[in-house]
């Protein structure tokens, strides 16, 4: 990954843009620290979907728990009085 300062980046965008689009993403550094990166929409849709893929719903999550068949038996109370 090539690091550019925010100056440089600017003045040469272009470069940024093009060296982006040929597969390699591109640094941008504010005051010597790492700000953004720059890279192709294809590479982005790439992480995107793979973070999408990653990441289970929560139904997926209750559809997961194991089950083994075995219920549990009701408690036969009666209900309670009420006192309004």
């Given at each position: 990954m090539v690091e550019w300062p925010l100056q440089d980046a600017k003045?040469?965008?272009s470069a940024v843009v093009d060296a982006a689009?040929?597969?390699d993403p591109?640094?941008?550094t504010r005051r010597g620290k790492p700000a953004v990166v720059v890279l192709a929409v294809?590479?982005?849709e790439r992480l995107c979907?793979?973070?999408k893929?990653?990441?289970p719903s929560f139904a997926d999550?209750?559809?997961a728990i194991p089950q083994d068949g075995e219920e549990f038996d009701r408690?036969?109370?009666p209900a309670r009085s009420l006192n309004f």
């Open positions: 003045n040469r965008f689009l040929s597969g591109q640094q941008v294809d590479e982005y979907h793979m973070e893929a990653a990441a999550l209750l559809l408690l036969r109370l």
